[in-house]
């Protein structure tokens, strides 16, 4: 229970400021800005904010504004009014303020706002001869309305368009801001129909109504499904609830001298040090954000107010030196005056984040650590996504705004729920709409690329593809959607759901067919901030690669090493898999010898391959993990085949199959407990790894294999097999008269649990352990990835798992055996090798926790590599 | 390596002797029992015993005899040559010896054992001059060649009786013993001619050759397949090898005034304190432990030399006295002098260890605590194992010897390997042989029962099945049995393999048909021994019970309550499971109410059941564990069939299964993760619980039920459920408007690998732990019990496994988990309920482990509970 004396409302003004930036857990990213903002003498029109610890006791209550309140929200709109000199509500010089929710996270779009509180029929003539602008003040009124219905009654907005559609038709205009004063005298008239029609209420004369009732909104905005959602993908967890900002209004909409906008103090898609933004001029905010009319550069204001201009990058300057950092603001013009209405620290691109946390270290703004902690070591991926090649050819079809980098091809769908069918369905799709909202975020969240036909820059949709670094282009005007039919028209060019697209959101093209693409080009600040976090690491970074290719890759990415080389998909491909299955069917140990013989020459040239491009790293091979069933046709036609192939009866071949079904794969015959029942597989393994050591060594190149015996249970197992490895090699080396040193560790997974319970027994027979952390949060969970999909979907709804185990590690449970493991196995042996091979191998959250368990090394796959350096550069500074 | 001045050969005689009966793991249990019977004064043929840590030494050196060894033989030799005055390979006065293998522990029938070494062409003629009786010296002669020939050279014994056949038949006799001097010859020289043939060398004249050959096949003979099955299936581990004893020969064979024996101290059946065993006339001891001839009760030895009853008698005395237990003996009487050729514990059957060790106690022998640690608690199952019903008809064809008590039904079959088959199949079989030898255990071992034509009750088959507690009639002399037909003749009645036998081990009778059977009836001293055991365990013994009549039998079984009551059978059942099945079909919440809401009455039900039988006691209930896909057919024409009653397009049930398969069923949607995602399940099952617990409480009948969440992984599962079950209670009791207390413990199972590394979370929620070993082992060593045969059994031949994990629980691995579970669970409460519920409850080796870590009960299936009570009071005694 809060006691009675807790303080629930702060008030910010020239006069009075209560509230600081550092108190963004109480007030909310808005509320402790704005109170910021207005301490060091930014205009910001006056207002108060009602903290976040409020909408958890509204929550907590069951949905009640705690005893007091609406007592305190008096008192301080009559300081407003006394500083305003106006009155809430009044006929003669009303007070107008607006109610927006901030939480400590950013979420845009998410909340509520409701802007002109304290209209009514009475105030709205005061307005209008205060301002002396009817027009205006009918059309305050009938945002308000319009605003009101939706956000706090839950009116669809579509009833309210409907009606103006309608008003605009009968006055043939087709503009909204063409409709003269009996037009909005009779569009406030609709409006309070359809509020009451839908509500059985007339709508609200009293302002203080209007007031509870809007903050109300905004706290239960706090638990709708949206926010849920985007809390969710975004990972935002520990925010008690939204703070509201009540705030005097300011109008950008009072005529030609006034405008509204929306800018960052750098761009925030590549980080260029440049005023970036947009403005209308004539328009409240959120038209803006909305994306309902495109907006000019904030560049041309220039042409339209220099001194405004003048006074924004005053504003820039301020705030970047105050902040240290790039900030994303929301300003209003009224009648000449600029009022500042939010800052934020601007959301950004990967290499936008990348260049503006090395340009401030050169600026002296930031530190190095700061720089490096700065950039959110999963937004590199963005470095690495591919962009178009340029030598491939483009049939343009039109251009949008450039709103978010990246090349993205794929089909056009054009619902959300469209994009995640058919996404699921294996298609890689781009959704096309003409402007994207909340209710869009799913569709978005799954698609490849994003395009608008409306809205600018800082729209919706340009705002959260950015934060996700997916690729988006807005603003495409030329375009003609019919999401009905599934089609767009774009210059007599006809585009159906089957028609390939290609977006580019680097220069916003829109292009038809798949076009090719190239690797990313990183750079120089990327290679700066590369080098920072490679002078701050502790943990070597090796990459996940079973192909001289894939190895290339990885070393350019800065692989230290191979941590996982997976052998299985070496048994594929036209001959081997012939031989493999053979062996496979085959009844004794000899007829398998004589198969595997078949697939040695294969497996010996393909560790060449991977040792030559990786020379003078490690190369971690694992041996044969799959169950053998993989390797055998399960569908009747291709048993046929291969019995004809083979020349064995189909009936061997579908009791073989049989034979190794298994009812629970994932804990069935596999890893080392193949190695156990048929050594010969391991032997032919380990061979080949050998003889492919002595080839490069022979040509002088430095090859240094470590064998990775997976799925180790028992310490038993480990000490047989490792003693079968050493007697192969042995015969190898002698066989091919190699007299040098090999060397070769041989180390284990640790992947079962009782392989982590009993390291200490593991690690006197393991050069090296490598935790396989996929199959221990399978086994430590009692999960089954293939098949989670019916249960964890609801446990993370419902927040009784925070996170999918899959993605980030759990370091309570999974973590718990990991930290077990290391340190029994490090009793043993104090200079144990320890690394990761699972795909948290290049979770940043991940990293951190195998560098607080001191691990080796991270291996992760190639793509990954940057981050991975980064995280774990950030891992040891944070350990500081 | 061995010392060059190791000890290796200990030597025994009136004289001198160096061992005693502490030195068991040296010289093996004959050895050191053969020592120490000389050294108390019993009449011993002297000899000395080579060590185990000889027999190491062979096998690490690849099979081969430490240097020196066959040095201190000789000298050994040469001091009994001195002591007997006879010569080895003398013409003369040759000495003999016998060779025989002896463990430290007991493997009867195992190991080789070779007699009447020291023959040759030429000592043979000084045996028959030494004795005057050609014709034994010759027929001594012949077995050497026969049992050097098969148990040294391999070769097979069929060769030798198809020789001594055609002599037979040439000389027209029908018993060995027929056969006169010039025969005798004839048999010598064909099986000199069959030892050339298959090993391509003369048989060996120079008898230290003989020796050395000799002992080396018994150390070979540690390392052969059956005896390495042998100690697999007795669970026989940490012995290095086999001794060997080479001991100066006496004859039972040398006329009527000879003969030899076998016998207990004590019936080794019943457990009554009679001399009890078997001898024959002019024979060697062979022919009695193989079961070639028919022997007489030892007791008729008072007709023939009541002198040497006697004295044996005056033997059980000495023996019993001076080893405080029962001891099976094996003598042979040369021309009217006994010897003593081994003593050691006699095998039992359970009723007989029972017996025997309350008796003792009685007796004043032996300590209550000796008696309740001398008792195999697992040899307890054999007391609860059914005896025919008195009033049951009985088709009796013959009457042979009640070898090992018990009955059994089954299809006669007649190999071990047929047996195996059938078994796999499971059918219920009597194996069924003229005479079982150690080839057979393996057959034996699945075989409900064995019946065999020959051989009494200390018969290669009589002593294995009381080992294993397994029903045998031996000796049943009228059945002809044609093994190749796989028919048996009795008395004019024809057996197949199709008809059902009943035999009774208790009577000897072999009854035609499946006899019904009654359960067993205690004996006082079995009641006794619980009660002692009762007084000293601290766990309590709970059982699994499903059903009222399983509740009734655990609690006559000493139940103290029941530890998991599993829920999923319940949903089964004509009505119930059309409900279920509608529920699982359903769309949507409110359909699949309405279909639990007809289970709900039946659950009830079922409940009331339960607590009224097990009133006064908890109950523990496992709510809903299995995945859904389990209670829908899986097969098309049921699919159908569910399709027409259930009113619903046999598509829909098809879709609906192939939503709910699973790649690892093991590991998905069930347990709990059921429960959060349909929480109307769980609902039914504990307002079922809460109103039958309401209805038993009005009738006065006191029940206690606990419930029990399955497959916990994440702490905040247990919040939200244990919440949602205590909101079910409450909703119950104001319904029902039951103002009383219910107090209904809200407990987990821990049966996850998390949950255990995270128990200090789990507990808070939890009143009580109880252990889930079964699926705890499967996901500490990523086992899928249904899928393990493919590699376990080669696991456990290769020693990489000691035992199967999922019999005795792996105190490494999984066993670490439950302590810690265990000690963090009692971290935040300490007086936290903790029991175990797998199948492992009722194992005494796991049950040791539960007490060392304190948990306060086991559960286990009702059969095993007297099993459990021993076991634990032996936990708490081993402790002291």
Redesign the interface.
């Given at each position: 229970m809060q006691t009675k004396n807790k303080k629930r409302i702060y008030y910010f003004s020239k006069e009075l400021t209560e509230g600081n930036k550092s108190m963004r857990e109480l007030l909310g990213g808005k509320g402790a800005n704005l109170a910021e903002m207005t301490s060091i003498g930014l205009p910001v029109p006056p207002g108060f904010t009602i903290t976040t610890a409020t909408c958890a006791e509204y929550h907590e209550d069951g949905e009640k504004l705690p005893a007091g309140l609406l007592n305190s929200v008096h008192k301080n709109m009559s300081r407003l009014e006394k500083e305003s000199g106006k009155c809430f509500g009044s006929s003669q010089n009303p007070l107008l303020v607006s109610v927006r929710s901030g939480a400590a996270a950013s979420m845009p779009g998410m909340m509520d706002t409701v802007l002109n509180l304290g209209l009514n029929d009475l105030s709205v003539e005061g307005l209008a001869s205060m301002t002396g602008n009817e027009r205006f003040a009918l059309d305050a009124y009938r945002r308000l309305i319009n605003m009101f219905g939706d956000v706090v009654m839950g009116i669809d907005h579509h009833y309210f368009e409907a009606a103006f559609d309608k008003i605009k038709k009968r006055y043939k205009v087709s503009r909204d801001t063409e409709l003269n004063i009996q037009g909005l005298r009779e569009l406030v008239t609709a409006y309070k129909q359809i509020y009451k029609t839908h509500t059985r209420k007339n709508f609200p004369q009293d302002p203080y109504k209007q007031l509870q009732l809007a903050i109300e909104a905004v706290f239960r905005s706090w638990n709708i499904p949206r926010a849920i959602t985007y809390r969710r993908i975004n990972e935002i967890q520990g925010l008690i609830g939204t703070a509201v900002n009540v705030q005097s209004m300011v109008f950008g909409n009072m005529g030609d001298d006034s405008g509204t906008g929306v800018a960052f103090t750098r761009d925030p898609s590549t980080g260029k040090n440049e005023f970036y933004g947009e403005f209308l001029i004539n328009a409240q905010g959120e038209d803006v954000v909305a994306g309902i009319r495109t907006p000019s550069p904030v560049k041309e204001m220039k042409k339209w107010r220099p001194d405004i201009h003048q006074q924004l990058l005053k504003v820039k300057k301020i705030l970047e030196s105050h902040y240290k950092d790039m900030q994303d603001i929301e300003f209003t013009i009224e009648r000449g005056n600029l009022f500042m209405l939010q800052t934020r620290v601007g959301k950004r691109t990967g290499p936008a984040a990348v260049k503006i946390a090395v340009d401030m270290v050169k600026e002296k703004s930031i530190t190095q650590k700061t720089a490096l902690l700065r950039v959110p070591a999963n937004d590199l991926n963005q470095l690495l996504l591919p962009s178009f090649d340029p030598k491939a050819k483009r049939r343009v079809l039109t251009v949008g705004l450039p709103a978010s980098p990246g090349a993205a091809s794929g089909y056009p769908v054009f619902t959300a729920d469209e994009a995640v069918v058919r996404a699921e369905n294996g298609e890689n799709v781009i959704l096309v709409r003409r402007e994207t909202s909340p209710e869009d975020v799913h569709g978005m969240h799954v698609a490849s690329g994003i395009l608008t036909s409306t809205g600018g820059s800082t729209s919706h949709a340009a705002v959260v593809a950015r934060g996700w670094g997916k690729c988006c282009v807005a603003g495409a005007g030329e375009l003609v959607i019919d999401a009905k039919r599934k089609k767009i028209q774009i210059n007599g060019t006809t585009i159906t759901g089957k028609d390939i697209i290609s977006i580019d959101g680097t220069s916003g093209e829109l292009m038809l067919g798949d076009v090719a693409k190239c690797p990313p080009n990183f750079s120089k600040e990327f290679k700066t901030l590369m080098n920072w976090a490679d002078k701050k690491r502790k943990l070597l970074i090796r990459t996940n690669a079973d192909s001289p290719e894939d190895a290339k890759v990885a070393r350019d990415f800065g692989a230290e090493g191979i941590g996982l080389c997976r052998t299985e998909h070496m048994f594929f491909g036209d001959q081997r898999i012939v031989a493999m299955r053979q062996m496979i069917l085959a009844d004794n140990e000899q007829d398998r010898r004589l198969a595997l013989k078949k697939i040695l020459p294969y497996q010996r040239k393909d560790f060449e391959g991977i040792f030559t491009a990786m020379k003078e790293l490690p190369v971690t091979i694992r041996l044969l993990d799959p169950p053998l069933h993989e390797f055998l046709p399960q569908d009747q036609k291709t048993q046929k085949q291969l019995a004809r192939s083979l020349k064995v009866p189909v009936e061997k071949i579908i009791k073989r199959v049989s034979q190794l079904h298994?009812?629970?794969?994932?804990?069935?015959?596999r890893g080392c407990?193949l190695s156990?029942?048929y050594p010969e597989i391991l032997e032919m393994q380990v061979r080949a790894i050998t003889e492919a050591t002595i080839n490069c060594r022979r040509k002088r190149i430095n090859a240094f294999p470590e064998i990775m015996i997976p799925?180790v249970?028992?310490v038993?197992?480990l000490a047989?097999l490792r003693s079968l490895v050493e007697q192969t090699i042995a015969k190898v080396k002698s066989k091919k008269k190699y007299n040098g040193k090999l060397d070769i560790p041989i180390g284990t997974m640790i992947?079962?649990?009782?392989a982590a319970?009993?390291a200490e027994?593991v690690a006197a027979y393991a050069d090296f352990f490598s935790f396989g952390t996929n199959?221990l949060t399978?086994?430590?969970?009692?999960?089954?990835r293939?098949?989670i999909g019916?249960?964890i979907p609801?446990?993370l709804k419902?927040?009784?798992?925070e996170k999918n185990p899959f993605q980030s590690m759990?370091s309570?449970?999974?973590g718990?055996?990991v930290e077990m493991a290391v340190n029994k196995g490090r009793k043993i042996k104090s200079k144990l090798k320890c690394g990761i091979c699972g795909e948290h191998g290049g979770d940043p959250e991940s990293i951190a926790f195998f560098q607080s368990v001191q691990l080796n090394y991270v291996s992760c796959s190639p793509f990954r590599i940057p981050v991975a350096r980064l995280a774990a550069a950030q891992a040891v500074l944070l350990e500081q």
């Open positions: 298994e009812v629970n794969p994932m804990l069935g015959h407990r156990i029942t799925l249970g028992i038993n197992e047989v992947e079962i649990p009782r319970l009993t027994q199959d399978q086994m430590t969970f009692g999960y089954s293939d098949d019916t249960f609801e446990y419902e927040n009784i798992l759990d309570a449970g999974v718990q055996l």
